[in-house]
């Protein structure tokens, strides 16, 4: 989890705080899910605990959604087809920049970290950083041999990125300054991706599964870890204790993860494509409480960051 500056309130009526594991909520916060629908062109809020919809078309008419990313009050979207990163107030989803980052090739996957943005665009193989609250570019980081990144995580220092075509996962040391484009290899066209703990979470796009590999060295931990996926699983995000897995055949499912155990297979249904999903936690009036309180001053020291993968109907 990262540390990162808030903008700051444009209400007390519903104020968004990025979640913080481990961080008591007041009572009445809910948790909200956002998810990129790519060919219904919009992104939709859901309850994250029972897929109920809030607002099926929270933000609308934005030319094929794809990757999503929370930062304070602010939504990320990324337009695949635009080439474009619109931002977005995530309270109510009204837009703040269409273009807040434009002129990328195809962007395809986001992530925040701290005060940093990391794109992948599918068409470079390089892994695009940017200061999340003004866009400014900040550097770019090849992935050598790589020419179809589809997904970005970041952990600490740590960047993964998946590689569609050959197979692999990359790992960047921010640190160091050292890229391994096979951290992990032999891989079925991997997509979405997601750190939890110890864990590196990738889907098998070819074989429906999930594997789960060990974040500091790549080793195998479970192939398997979630099978039968046969709807066309795309995207992870971690929260809480679940570990989400959308797919083309239009679901949002739930899974334990510390097993894989199925918690509900369709908690979300009849998505246009599902893309990105992203996480919130709001806390809704009446905000009076001494804890509600003490969650808005801590506010500017929390954090949140998801990551997301593109449909492989669209990379061949």
Excluded: K, W
Excluded at 96 to 124: C, K, M, Q, R
Excluded at 205 to 221: L, P, W
Aim: aromatic share 8%.
């Amino acid at each position: 989890m990262f540390a990162l500056p808030v903008s700051p309130l444009r209400s007390l009526r519903r104020f968004t705080l990025p979640v913080l594991c481990g961080l008591a909520l007041a009572p009445g916060a809910f948790s909200q899910l956002y998810v990129a629908e790519y060919n219904g062109g919009r992104v939709g809020q859901y309850d994250a605990a029972t897929g109920t919809p809030a607002n099926a078309s929270f933000i609308s008419s934005v030319n094929d959604p794809i990757g999503l990313a929370a930062y304070g009050n602010s939504l990320f979207v990324a337009s695949f087809t635009d080439g474009t990163i619109g931002r977005y107030d995530l309270n109510d989803g009204h837009l703040i920049n269409s273009t807040f980052v434009s002129g990328l090739n195809h962007p395809d996957a986001l992530a925040v970290a701290g005060s940093d943005l990391f794109v992948v665009e599918y068409n470079t193989g390089v892994i695009s950083r940017y200061d999340a609250a003004t866009g400014t570019a900040i550097a770019t980081l090849p992935v050598p041999g790589s020419h179809s990144l589809v997904s970005v995580a970041v952990s600490g220092a740590n960047i993964f990125v998946s590689d569609y075509f050959t197979g692999q996962i990359g790992h960047h040391d921010l640190g160091s300054g050292i890229t391994d484009a096979a951290f992990i290899s032999g891989l079925s066209h991997p997509l979405g991706l997601a750190v939890a703990g110890t864990s590196l979470f990738v889907i098998n796009g070819d074989t429906g599964t999930v594997g789960q590999y060990d974040v500091t060295t790549g080793a195998t931990i479970n192939a398997s870890f979630i099978a039968g996926l046969n709807g066309g699983p795309t995207d992870l995000a971690v929260y809480g204790s679940s570990l989400f897995v959308n797919s083309n055949d239009g679901t949002v499912g739930q899974y334990d993860l510390l097993n894989g155990h199925v918690i509900n297979a369709a908690l979300i249904s009849g998505l246009a494509t599902p893309g990105g999903m992203a996480f919130a936690t709001a806390i809704p009036e009446p905000a009076t409480s001494a804890l509600v309180g003490a969650l808005l001053a801590a506010s500017a020291a929390v954090g949140f960051r998801q990551f997301r993968a593109r449909r492989s109907a669209n990379r061949v």
